[in-house]
């Protein structure tokens, strides 16, 4: 049987075991999916005719694709800021540096329950409550941006230096101005950077929730794709590709501008 002597006089079999263990457990994953590997392999020709349907894109739809592309902005924009301000007080709530134990439990339960919702069981509800459209998506991304968000910002909470807080609290300060002056000063670059990360992200998800009738240009996008009109469709991707390279490289410029401060 192994010990830690084993281990000490022997230092390959730890990596050994890792290596093993892994091996293992991805066998065991690939036997669960039931991998066709002949299938794929002669899935290729569909494939191949698929792809060069959508070619060439159909430009007569650009200045649609623009509307729908303005409106999934949007929709990001206030889902992610509503978002970002509700999952403020969850993650200060579950953030085992400053909450008391039962208060991290509830908090960490609210945000286990909003991650376990995907995005379009929540689009598919706020469409039954307002109707089809933007709103709807705008509230499912809202909800959905809970969920992370509040898990980024509680990571960047406790990651806060414990000897400032410990200072704060030997000068008296309650458990507010710790928060205030201890906390959100060093999370705040952190946490402006993973909401502008969210925001990126939410613009690709409200695509998706297009499919449930959510607005934005995702709705588009499965229209043409329903109706076969595969040309169509293209040019929607090919405008979401743009739009989101250029929100992307303008994020990560002003991630790393935050960094540095």
């Known amino acids: 049987m192994l010990n830690f002597k084993t281990l000490r006089r022997y230092p390959w079999i730890s990596p050994l075991l890792i290596l093993l263990i892994i091996v293992v457990v991805y066998t065991w994953a690939l036997q669960g999916i039931k991998v066709d590997f002949e299938l794929l392999t002669s899935s290729w020709p569909y494939i191949t005719d698929?792809?060069?349907r959508l070619f060439p894109p159909d430009t007569t739809v650009i200045d649609i694709a623009i509307k729908a592309l303005i409106e999934t902005v949007q929709m990001s924009l206030?889902?992610?800021t509503v978002?970002?301000?509700l999952s403020l007080?969850?993650?200060?709530a579950s953030a085992s540096n400053v909450a008391p134990r039962w208060l991290q439990w509830l908090a960490n339960l609210l945000q286990n329950a909003v991650r376990s919702v995907p995005s379009i069981i929540l689009g598919l509800i706020f469409v039954a409550a307002t109707g089809l459209g933007a709103p709807a998506g705008t509230l499912a991304l809202a909800i959905?941006?809970?969920g992370y968000l509040a898990k980024f910002y509680q990571q960047a909470i406790e990651a806060v230096n414990a000897k400032s807080l410990e200072s704060l609290e030997v000068m008296g300060a309650s458990r507010f101005q710790i928060v205030q002056y201890g906390i959100l000063p060093q999370v705040l670059p952190l946490g402006l950077g993973y909401t502008?990360?969210?925001f990126e992200y939410n613009i690709r998800a409200a695509s998706v929730l297009g499919v449930v009738g959510a607005g934005g240009i995702g709705f588009q996008l499965k229209s043409y794709i329903d109706g076969f009109e595969y040309n169509k469709a293209t040019t929607m991707m090919l405008v979401l590709l743009v739009v989101v390279t250029v929100i992307d490289t303008f994020s990560?410029?002003?991630r790393q501008h935050l960094d540095s401060m």
């Open 89 to 92: 007080p969850i993650a200060v």
């Open 83 to 85: 978002g970002a301000i």
């Open 196 to 198: 502008l990360w969210m």
């Open 252 to 254: 990560s410029k002003l």
């Open 144 to 146: 959905y941006t809970i």
């Open 78 to 80: 206030w889902g992610t």
């Open 50 to 52: 698929f792809i060069s």
